[in-house]
């Protein structure tokens, strides 16, 4: 069975990342072949302190950056950090439902070397941007299933891929901030 590395950045949001951990606790996916990956990119909360306190039914690996790096920094050293064939990434403000893993499994089995885009709906409580207006209007949940789709629909909050592909394409460019 294939090894999955859930990998999460977060900075400055402990309340809605203890959320996204609490729905990540009761995934259908197999425990012992999940590790969570969580990168708290020099939080000013209590998000370090939250992290080594806390016990999953997964392996939990959390990781604090010295500085502020970015996004896409903290996505690379949980990618560089993790174990897993699989690399899925959630954002730090996710609920995930039960079968979230399980899922994008499911996918790369039948569709190897290949991204996983799934649908995400923002919580009323994120409010309103131009970023999430976009994404609520124009995200990947306008095609269909299982279809392929441009690689701007890679906004990776619910998103995998082989962990090994993205190594090979030299992960994310982190000036992008």
């Known amino acids: 069975m294939t090894t999955v590395s859930v990998v999460i950045p977060t900075f400055g949001k402990r309340p809605v990342l203890e959320r996204t951990l609490e729905s990540l606790r009761v995934q259908t996916y197999p425990t012992e072949l999940t590790e969570i990956v969580v990168v708290d990119d020099h939080s000013d909360d209590d998000t370090s302190e939250y992290l080594r306190s806390l016990s999953l039914p997964q392996r939990l690996v959390a990781i604090r950056h010295d500085e502020n790096l970015g996004r896409a920094a903290a996505r690379n050293t949980g990618v560089r950090s993790a174990t897993g064939e699989l690399i899925v990434f959630v954002d730090d403000d996710m609920l995930c439902e ?56 890679f906004v990776t909050n619910n998103s995998s891929v082989e962990r090994q592909s993205i190594l090979d394409v030299g992960l994310f460019d982190e000036s992008f901030r």
Do not use: N
Request: hydrophobic content about 35%.
């Open 98 to 153: 039960p079968d979230l893993i399980e899922q994008h499994v499911v996918f790369h089995q039948d569709h190897p070397r290949s991204v996983a885009i799934g649908d995400a709906v923002q919580a009323p409580e994120l409010g309103h941007s131009t970023a999430l207006s976009y994404l609520d209007e124009m995200g990947v949940h306008k095609h269909e299933s299982g279809s392929r789709v441009p690689a701007r629909y």
